[in-house]
């Protein structure tokens, strides 16, 4: 459970988190994938806090998840699950990322053809995810 930090790409905006996860997850969703033009791949962390909030923003994604990111140069920088109180940071975004390895794949009947993650890791559909989820 590595300390982790991170920051957007022009660096306004930095965070720190306690603790991470020693894996991180990557999601297919049509919402992930348009929002960073290709699939969103997060590590959960605890203990984060942010600088430069000025610069930050929040959406309303859904009904229960916020994903933040920098006003001034767009960065994603994390999915925030409402109910759990709970964030997925992003993983480009890590300064020097520990070694994580790929827990699992969400949304995998969402993933375009054209390209594929390797490796032996887990890779649930919508369905299988909302049912172990919820
Ligand atoms: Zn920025
Ligand atoms: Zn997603």
């Not at 996860?21 to 049509?30: L, P």
């Not at 791949?41 to 923003?57: C, K, P, Q």
Request: include cysteine; aromatic fraction near 14%; glycine fraction near 10%.
């Amino acid at each position: 459970m590595p300390r982790i930090s991170g920051q957007c790409l022009c660096g306004a905006v930095k965070f720190e988190a306690q603790e991470a996860d020693d894996e991180f997850h990557v999601c297919h969703c049509g919402m992930c994938r348009r929002w960073g033009s290709g699939p969103f791949m997060a590590v959960r962390a605890n203990g984060v806090e942010f600088s430069g909030t000025e610069h930050l923003d929040r959406y309303r994604s859904s009904e229960w998840a916020e994903r933040g990111f920098c006003k001034k140069c767009g960065s994603n920088l994390f999915y925030f699950l409402i109910p759990g109180n709970e964030y997925f940071v992003s993983v480009g975004a890590l300064q020097d990322p520990p070694a994580l390895t790929l827990g699992s794949e969400l949304f995998i009947d969402h993933k375009p053809a054209g390209y594929e993650l390797a490796g032996s890791h887990r890779k649930l559909t919508e369905a299988e995810f909302f049912a172990e989820w919820s």
